[in-house]
């Protein structure tokens, strides 16, 4: 009797212990809000912290921060420029409550609450003088660190300016997020808009993996890559929007650089960004894969070659890029210009840009791509969206718009049949543009099942991936009647409709 006794004692103390660590571990909320006058201790929505490094700066492990509607900077100190918003292991940040000036503070939605994360450190930000941004943060927020794993999630990240020498060492770089030194960091429904940088105008990622689900780059700047990776980073993208992005150099959305590890881009749409020299919305100069699924190009520009995409891969000895695209969408992506070419490739501006790579592009299709002349190897079954350096790619099942042949002749292309590429406001690369296929489309049921690695289990609309046995080409499988139907989901209008949790 007594042994059972000292056992429910025993049990009783385990459950304790087991209480109080999982308490610990599921952390507390802490409460900012810009507009709380109470007592300022984080302990409520009417005793928030109001200013958002109060709270990072109590924040424990486990712990998660509520960010009413707002503007928040990382200093008070309009000379500061080197103060940025730290993120700390574990700790997640949470944007889009309505807080005290809603009737219920609780209530999230990041649509009608917008938190704003700003670098505008000085108050003087319009969109009359850029000049005005040369005082701003230079680097909004950053993660640091090993196995740093922590959240951020629906805030709006702007106004970073980073031009010069930073604390960091890399001058220049990650004006709205600095990543690096091994961070994790996943971020959720958030915008970067209106930042800039000489590399990664919105985002520096170096030797890193953070998660990207729902986020949306638009109306950033930079000398290269709006995103700029590097150094073995391996970052992850679903479900995000690059919209409006440009880049002085190189990459309008993405610029890699000697990143070795795998770079996954799912369901993600680029439309109108553009890159003064190659890649209008990506180029890359790496030794590892750069795999893209599901995804839609549309109306980006490069002023030298890869409206789309360029692709320089490095044949050192250690192994070539490879570049693997599969069932993505490409149409009017041009590089119309071609003032200043390079020397050291051969020359070609066009939709895309593929250079010194083992590329494998499965189930696409590329349509209406401009280039300024056709390529300098005439040979038939290259798409005229493409050039090829020291290798071609291995095209699988793509409708693709052909060279020029040896007797000069141009090879027809069949028209995929898109339901309305322009839309109803006649502008490529806007809200009301469908690329779905039309019942007629060549593209339906005309792809491989089988793919290295296997195709995903939705399309960008999030319909299966597969209907009919056989998958279509391009990003969007045929649905029947609802492929022409402009209001079925999409990624694009999801990102603003979606609730808040
Ligand atoms: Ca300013
Ligand atoms: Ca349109
Ligand atoms: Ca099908």
């Known amino acids: 009797?007594?042994?059972?006794?000292?056992?429910?004692?025993?049990?009783?103390?385990?459950?304790?212990?087991?209480?109080?660590?999982?308490?610990?571990?599921?952390?507390?909320?802490?409460?900012?809000?810009?507009?709380?006058?109470?007592?300022?201790?984080?302990?409520?929505?009417?005793?928030?912290?109001?200013?958002?490094?109060?709270?990072?700066?109590?924040?424990?492990?486990?712990?998660?921060?509520?960010?009413?509607?707002?503007?928040?900077?990382?200093?008070?100190?309009?000379?500061?420029?080197?103060?940025?918003?730290?993120?700390?292991?574990?700790?997640?940040?949470?944007?889009?409550?309505?807080?005290?000036?809603?009737?219920?503070?609780?209530?999230?939605?990041?649509?009608?609450?917008?938190?704003?994360?700003?670098?505008?450190?000085?108050?003087?930000?319009?969109?009359?003088?850029?000049?005005?941004?040369?005082?701003?943060?230079?680097?909004?927020?950053?993660?640091?660190?090993?196995?740093?794993?922590?959240?951020?999630?629906?805030?709006?990240?702007?106004?970073?300016?980073?031009?010069?020498?930073?604390?960091?060492?890399?001058?220049?770089?990650g004006g709205g997020l600095y990543c690096y030194h091994g961070c994790s960091p996943r971020l959720i429904d958030c915008i970067f808009t209106d930042n800039y940088a000489g590399g990664g105008g919105a985002v520096y990622i170096s030797a890193s993996h953070p998660v990207f689900t729902y986020c949306v780059w638009k109306d950033n700047y930079a000398g290269s890559g709006t995103v700029y990776i590097r150094s073995a980073s391996h970052p992850v993208f679903t479900n995000c929007l690059f919209e409006n992005n440009i880049a002085e150099y190189n990459g309008g959305v993405i610029n890699v650089s000697r990143s070795a590890y795998l770079i996954s881009l799912n369901h993600c749409v680029f439309r109108q960004n553009s890159a003064g020299r190659r890649g209008g919305a990506i180029s890359t100069d790496i030794m590892g894969e750069v795999r893209m699924v599901n995804c839609l190009f549309v109306a980006n520009t490069a002023g030298y070659s890869g409206g789309a995409i360029s692709c320089s891969g490095h044949n050192d000895g250690t192994g070539r890029s490879l570049f693997n695209l599969m069932n993505c969408t490409f149409y009017g992506n041009t590089s119309p210009t071609f003032a200043n070419p390079p020397t050291n490739t051969l020359k070609q501006p066009d939709g895309s840009r593929v250079y010194w790579s083992d590329s494998v592009i499965t189930n696409c299709v590329f349509y209406n791509s401009i280039a300024r002349e056709v390529s300098e190897i005439p040979f038939s079954e290259i798409p005229v969206s493409f050039e090829f350096g020291r290798s071609e790619p291995l095209i699988i099942t793509c409708i693709y718009e052909k060279q020029p042949g040896l007797d000069g002749a141009i090879p027809a292309t069949p028209d995929p049949q898109f339901v309305d590429p322009y839309g109803a406001d006649g502008t490529l690369g806007t809200d009301d543009d469908n690329f779905r296929l039309a019942p007629s489309s060549p593209a339906i049921d005309s792809g491989t099942n089988e793919t290295e690695p296997p195709l995903p289990a939705m399309d960008l609309d999030g319909n299966p991936r597969i209907l009919n046995d056989i998958v279509d080409l391009g990003a969007y499988e045929f649905t029947g009647v609802n492929s022409v139907d402009d209001t079925h989901h999409n990624i694009i209008n999801n990102f603003f409709e979606r609730t808040g949790k």
């Open 1 to 173: 009797m007594r042994r059972k006794a000292n056992h429910v004692r025993w049990l009783l103390c385990v459950v304790f212990l087991l209480g109080a660590v999982r308490t610990a571990a599921a952390g507390g909320v802490i409460y900012v809000d810009a507009s709380a006058a109470g007592g300022n201790d984080g302990s409520s929505w009417i005793d928030a912290f109001s200013d958002l490094q109060d709270a990072i700066a109590v924040a424990l492990t486990g712990d998660e921060i509520r960010v009413a509607q707002g503007i928040y900077t990382p200093t008070q100190d309009p000379l500061d420029r080197e103060a940025t918003f730290q993120l700390k292991d574990g700790v997640s940040i949470i944007g889009g409550y309505a807080g005290l000036a809603g009737m219920y503070p609780d209530f999230r939605h990041t649509k009608f609450f917008t938190t704003i994360l700003s670098g505008d450190i000085d108050h003087n930000d319009d969109n009359v003088d850029p000049n005005n941004k040369e005082g701003n943060s230079r680097n909004v927020m950053m993660f640091s660190g090993e196995d740093n794993v922590a959240i951020l999630e629906g805030v709006t990240i702007r106004g970073g300016y980073s031009d010069g020498t930073g604390i960091h060492g890399d001058s220049g770089a």
